[in-house]
């Protein structure tokens, strides 16, 4: 069975920093695309970014480029968001994603999300 | 960016009831549309992909259609259970966006 486990979630100041993880079992983690998608409280779903099986190609929403970064793990099958600069429009439930087998881009398989929350 | 917008933005229906919910997209998508299903707190559950492709486990009372740039999903009769909020998402290219969303009430 998949199972992805969210964490490291939590208050934060605006500008500050977190690191978010995702540990993954029950599947190959490295013949996967990875995701990170958030929603904000109330309202609706947001792709963040993506990462191939290698880690050798990101991809970002515009709003969060040159701030957050994805990486990956394949030895520990885990997946990681660093996130920098934050500000209070990022605070969200966060979301880890396992995309489809076909790597066609959606997803299947979904963490139980972790809250970040930016505030001073 | 391609622009997802779902229709209505709430629905009030009753149990049994037949209810569709549309979704449009500003440009082209292909057949690259899933749909996912989410209650209140809870991750997101995968119900279409490829616009009418069910996925493993998923009642048959929900079906997808459409193509290009107009999709609808349908639930044949609508169960308890159901009571939820559905997302449209199009994954023909980056970014990767949904739809706004569409609650389904109970009326």
């Known amino acids: 069975e998949v199972h992805l486990v969210d964490s490291g979630g939590g208050l934060v100041q605006p500008g500050g920093s977190l690191r978010l993880s995702c540990a993954a079992s029950g599947f190959t983690f490295s013949s996967h695309w990875m995701s990170w998608v958030r929603q904000a409280p109330g309202k609706g779903l947001e792709w963040v970014a993506n990462i191939n099986q290698g880690g050798s190609v990101e991809k970002y929403v515009d709003s969060v480029k040159g701030r957050f970064t994805i990486s990956r793990d394949n030895a520990r099958n885990s997946l990681d968001l660093q996130m920098n600069s934050l500000r209070a429009e990022d605070t969200a439930l966060y979301f880890c994603?396992?995309?489809?087998?076909?790597?066609?881009?959606?997803?299947?398989?979904w963490g139980q999300g972790t809250l970040v929350t930016v505030s001073s | 960016d391609i622009q997802m917008t779902q229709s209505p933005s709430t629905l009030s229906a009753s149990v049994e009831d037949r209810v569709t919910i549309t979704c449009r997209a500003s440009q082209s998508v292909s057949s690259a549309l899933a749909w996912y299903q989410q209650k209140p707190g809870k991750a997101p559950k995968l119900l279409i992909y490829r616009a009418s492709m069910l996925q493993t486990g998923v009642p048959s009372r929900f079906s997808g259609s459409g193509s290009g740039t107009e999709f609808t999903l349908t639930i044949s009769s609508l169960q308890p259970d159901d009571f939820a909020t559905y997302y449209c998402?199009?994954?023909?290219?980056?970014?990767?966006?949904f739809g706004q969303g569409t609650k389904v009430e109970i009326k």
């Open positions: 998402q199009h994954y023909n290219s980056y970014p990767l966006t």
């Open positions: 994603a396992r995309v489809d087998p076909g790597n066609g881009g959606y997803w299947v398989d």
